[in-house]
């Protein structure tokens, strides 16, 4: 397994095409209705577009009889921008009974949505391409973020796409970095974790967070 990370930077926020998926995105929420309009949430305006853009990261492979995971996905529009393309299967797996219910009436065949989530994923080893999991792992509980990024792993084939909240200075309740300094040696990380000067940051109840992004490889 090989990995890449990189912090959500200004740079990149700005960057045109995450402009034009998040537009999209956020059209999509609009036809849809979806109860929760996440697109236009600063953080999802880097992390759904950081995901698109690895998923068309190379345009020459074929894209085809493709299938995906959304863990944890709600009732959003990322899962139903995923099932628009031609051959793309994509299964979304959420606690919440009511978002899964929704996304199941607006589903296309071939697409699904079932009830359930970390730490324990009821599929089959290997089962799908690309498992994706956006703000997740850290609303989980604290040092639960290493047994979840492996539950990730052992249902994909390909890769595995997460994105993290981090909080830059010591929360209780939250993922913070050094939970992340503390798993970096198994998911090999490079060693300086520290974010750019241009990191997108924010601040909630006095804390700074900053967006996490792993790319895992398999």
């Not at 990370?5 to 998040?22: G, I, K, M, V």
């Not at 949430?41 to 759904?48: A, D, M, Q």
């Not at 973020?145 to 492996?150: G, H, N, V």
């Not at 996490?212 to 398999?218: D, N, P």
């Amino acid at each position: 397994m090989t990995s890449t990370f990189e912090w959500a930077t200004l740079r990149r926020l700005l960057d045109r095409d995450f402009f034009l998926w998040t537009k999209a995105l956020y059209e999509l929420e609009l036809t849809l209705g979806t109860p929760i309009q996440n697109s236009m949430h600063w953080t999802r305006r880097f992390e759904y577009p950081w995901v698109l853009s690895k998923l068309y990261r190379d345009t020459a492979l074929p894209h085809t009889n493709r299938s995906y995971l959304d863990v944890g996905a709600g009732a959003t529009a990322l899962q139903f921008c995923l099932a628009q393309q031609k051959g793309w299967l994509v299964t979304s797996i959420d606690p919440d009974e009511s978002a899964v219910q929704w996304v199941n009436r607006h589903n296309r065949p071939g697409n699904i949505s079932v009830l359930g989530g970390l730490p324990k994923l009821p599929f089959a080893d290997q089962l799908f391409d690309t498992v994706i999991c956006v703000s997740v792992l850290e609303h989980l509980g604290r040092g639960r973020e290493l047994e979840s990024i492996w539950e990730l792993v052992r249902v994909a084939r390909k890769e595995v796409l997460i994105t993290m909240d981090i909080c830059l200075g010591q929360n209780s309740k939250q993922t913070d970095y050094r939970q992340l300094e503390a798993i970096a040696p198994d998911l090999f990380i490079r060693k300086d974790l520290t974010p750019p000067p241009d990191a997108a940051t924010f601040n909630i109840n006095g804390h700074d967070f900053a967006v996490a992004c792993l790319h895992l490889t398999l």
